[in-house]
Every structure is written in C-alpha cells, then in structure tokens.
C-alpha cells in the first residue's frame, strides 16, 4: 500500500470540494457553500530551480487551496553523502504570495507545528526565503504512503475495525497533543492525514491557531480579514464566523472517524449548515464497522450546535481505544 506520495496524489486526486476556501472579509459576505464557485489553486509560476542554493526542485507532489509541496534535492546533504537527502518543500500559491504579509502566514505554520514532537504529527525542518524569488517555503520530512481519502476510495465500505481503530486513536493521540499545547489545526480532513512508511502522520496547520497565551511573540496575523473553511468538515459555528477553536477541530475530526469506519460523510458531503437545514442528523446512525459502545461519544462529536459538543479529542481517545466488550459480555449486559 505504500508508494510515494507524488504517486499517489497523481493518481488520486482530491475532490475539489476538498479545497479549502478563503474569501477576504472586507470585499466578500460569506458565500453560501452551494453558491461557491469552486476555484482550482495553481503551483507558483515564479520559482527558480535550486531555492536559496541548496534545495533543487524535483516535482511537484501537489497543490491546496493555500500552497504547493513540491519533492526536492537537499544538495549540501547529497554533498556530504547523506544516502536519503530528499525533502518536501511548501510555498504559498500564487494567489496568496502576493500579499504583503504572506510570508508571516507561511512562518505562523511553522512556527505552530515546528514546536510538535510527536511520532503522528509531520516533522518541519526550516522556515526560509529565497533571495533571488522573495518566496518563503518550508522545508519538511517526504512522507510515502496513501493519504486518508486515497484509502477510502478503495474501501467504499470502509475500513474494518482492527485498522479503522488503530489509524482513528493515532490520529486522535495526534490532535489531543496538539491541542494540550494549544495549537489548534484547524483544517481537519482525509487529505491531511497520510499513512506514512512508519506511521500515520496528521499535516497541513496551514490553518491553524494557538490558543490565547500561546506563542505571544508570534506575528498575529489578523485573522478575521479570511472566511477559511474546507465545507463539509467546517462545524456550523465556523460557517457562521466564528474562530476555530478545540471544538471545531472535534467536529472535523468526527467526520472523518465516520466516514473511516462506513465510507461514507455523516452528512452526505453537506456542510454542516446545509445538513441542520435538512435535518440529517435525525437520520444519522452508527457506522457497521464501529463498536456501539464508540457511538455515544462519536455522535455527540458530530453535533451541530457547539453547546452540545461537549467532549474533548482526550475523551474521544480514551472512548475508542477501550476494547469492544465480548459478545458474551453484551448479551449478558442486555439481560
């Protein structure tokens, strides 16, 4: 199952509706979510070969709604023998390099998830600027294997539970240590989550915040001049305009456990605004593959209104890595 991550994005692309949108708030209300005019994000046009000297683009490995991560040659290490001297390297798009304080975006996500040691979160290297193309990139591990939604499109029934439960708790282990150190994600989804050779490992924080208090010297970007969600993983409180917050990440999080453990969105790709319109929540039930005793907690993570959201990323963990009860067990319980 493993192969190169620019193998597997060539042959699996992700859904537009994947894309996460910005819209500046100034010159844009909220777009409904059916009214918007999906837009296909572009890889810069404007780099040179060789980025300060020392990482020789190889490939593109592929493009977001923000930026494009390209597999690169990291020539002072090939020049001093390093067998493995290859990096993925990320710069904005075209569309947001252009802004003046765009190299501040790139930097916050670094600075975010730089600070992540964790065996489950991406590992970043160095945040830097070409001189020649005043393009800032990062530099980060090349991961190789399938990302979340490329495994789904081959389990349209989703995954059985033995494995379902081992990649839904390492990636909740990975949110509830990011969140124990106030960084939120902020863009949780199957395309930012990749079974990596050694492991899953969750990425992207592009989007992603601290927690008041945290990182105080970091440049504050003012956050409200963008309307930033991915649709259908965004909860309703974020559609409304609301900050990301623990929450949010909660509710992105459930979605994509739901859809790991049926192979199908809670919500039939809805937003979440679209889906309380509709009322799909009153027809939501547990997936086959998922132990009935994860559901109490999976459901009220997939509520709509945050009020009743009332479970953290450290609960869901403790609920899905306990073991289902025996089938002896559950009829005796049921007598």
Known sequence: MNRSLSEATNAHQPPASDLTYFAL??????????????????????????????YKIERLLGVGGMGAVYRARDLLREQFGDPEPYVALKTLNDDFAEYPDANALLYSEYALTARLRHPNVVRLFNFEVDIESQRAYLTLELLKGLTLDQLLSTNPDGVDWSDAQEITCALLDALNYSHSLGVLHGDIKPSNVILNDDGLRLFDYGLGQPLEGILPGLPRLCRKRFSAWTPRYAAL???????????????????VIYELTSGRHPFRRLSAKQAKITELDQQLRGPEHLPSHCWPALRTALAFEE?????????????????????????????
């Open 25 to 54: 708030a100034k010159t844009a209300a909220e777009p409904a979510p059916e009214a918007v005019k999906e837009k296909a994000a572009t890889a810069p046009t404007d780099l040179p070969e060789v980025l300060s000297g020392r």
């Open 237 to 255: 409180e974020l559609l409304e305009g609301a900050p990301i917050s623990p929450a949010t990440d909660v509710y992105a999080i459930a979605c």
């Open 307 to 335: 009020s009743q959201r009332t479970i953290t990323c450290a609960e869901l963990l403790e609920t899905f890595r306990r073991p289902a009860p025996s089938r002896w067990k559950r009829w005796f319980g049921r007598r």
